[in-house]
């Protein structure tokens, strides 16, 4: 098995590695300290823009000039993005969670275990019975305190407003699609959106936030979703923050325009990290999907 792999290779020869194919790796015990602090194929990712494009392909050789001390100056700002990312989630998320909860114990207590309650999606296909094993399987992990209450009260049931609190944002995400209607368009009302657009940002967010939790490349992705927007007109700081929906910039502006809408505060954090972008040649930026007049576009973006 041994014979079809790659070969192993110390830290001090994957530094011989990378000069041999044209990065500048400066103090070499120092760039074999920083082999040692990240996987060498987690920083690949990150000078795979620096590698030389061939025809239509990369080739293992970098492009004159590169400096390992760049690659790491990326690495190191998408660690302080996806921090700052899934921080800033983190209040949306409740706030989401509260608000579900809320709307849909206006309909019934535990309108979340009858499908009939729900929407017509809850009665189409077998989505809705996947959720609930979802569910079920995370009611029976919890060892919240509340829970434990409910089993030794209610017999476990718990009502919908305690429910989504053991939900992961992607079974939060999946209840909200289920919800009826009118108590989707009750709580996008509170994010400035219809409910089918706010459907899709919680999907959209809830890749970012995994991309975030899984520790991901962030910066330069380029996302499977594309957000559903209001209107042009209908939000014009939404209007002017970018024009490519589906990188990672956008994806941001989405977060920062629900922490304005719910007024949940933290607005500032974002900026601060997208401002502290290592100024590279060749990786401006764009590769985030930011225009150069980022801060002065959108008010959400201005701090």
Known sequence: MADEVKAFRSYEEQVDLLAGRGIDVGDRKRAADVLRRVNYYRLSGYWYPFRQQ?????????????RLDDVVALYEFDARLRAATFSVLAPVELAIRSLLGHELGRVDPCAHLDPDLLGSPARQGDAYRRWRDGYKLELNRSREDFVAHHRAKYGGVLPVWAA???????????????APRDVQESISARCGLRGPQLASWLKSLNLTRNVCAHHGRLFNRVHTLTPKLPKVGVHPDLDGATT?????????????????????GRSNLLPAVVRSYPTIAAVPLS?????????????????
């Open 54 to 66: 061939i025809g239509g392909g990369r080739v293992d050789d970098f492009y004159p000039g590169t």
């Open 164 to 178: 989504v609190e053991v939900l992961d944002w992607g079974g939060l995400a999946r209840l909200y699609g289920f």
């Open 244 to 264: 490519a929906w589906n990188r990672t910039f956008a994806q941001l502006t989405l977060i920062q325009f629900l922490l304005n809408r719910l007024g949940l």
């Open 287 to 303: 590769h985030l999907g930011a225009a150069e007049d980022w801060q002065t576009a959108s008010q959400l973006w201005a701090s």
